[in-house]
């Protein structure tokens, strides 16, 4: 495991930026933490890192958002899904088979329907402005 500390949203963001140089086609991140623990401001970094320019934001209905770049992206946000059936509806499965980089917040909720390839990532509340990222 790896860990980082970041101290601002900003630096949390430049770490996605870096992070996305490293990703591959294929590809799918687990994030993990609390409601504010910076997931979706890590997507922005990855997001930008690829190119994108629309603005990543957490989806209210839309739970599913992909973003034009080379491999797409994909961000899925399960906060709203309590039901492993609510999740298999939403055929993830064959989200999985796509050429994209797929991003994954509350990822826990899917148990079982995790890829075990995934890059697990967990971000930890330590302070106002401070982060632990963990890579597994
Ligand atoms: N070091 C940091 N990394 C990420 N976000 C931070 C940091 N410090 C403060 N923040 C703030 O915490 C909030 C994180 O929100 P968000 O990324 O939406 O979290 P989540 O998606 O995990 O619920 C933002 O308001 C962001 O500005
Ligand atoms: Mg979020």
């Not at 990703?23 to 890590?42: F, N, R, S």
């Not at 797929?102 to 106002?128: H, Q, R, Y």
Request: net charge negative; glycine share 8%.
């Amino acid at each position: 495991m790896q860990t980082f500390i970041t101290e601002s949203a900003e630096e949390t963001r430049g770490f996605g930026k870096k992070l996305a140089a490293k990703l591959q086609e294929g590809t799918v991140i687990a994030l993990t933490g609390q409601l504010g623990a910076g997931k979706t401001t890590l997507i922005q970094g990855i997001a930008q890192g690829l190119g994108i320019k629309d603005p990543v934001t957490s989806p209210t209905f839309i739970l599913i958002n992909e973003y034009p770049s080379n491999p797409p992206l994909i961000h899925l946000d399960l906060y709203r899904l309590d039901s492993e059936t609510q999740i298999e509806d939403l055929g993830i499965e064959d989200y999985f088979e796509k050429p994209a980089i797929m991003v994954i917040e509350w990822a826990e909720k899917l148990g079982t329907l995790l890829p075990s390839n995934a890059i697990k990532i967990e971000l930890e509340v330590l302070g106002d402005n401070k982060r632990r990222i963990a890579i597994c």
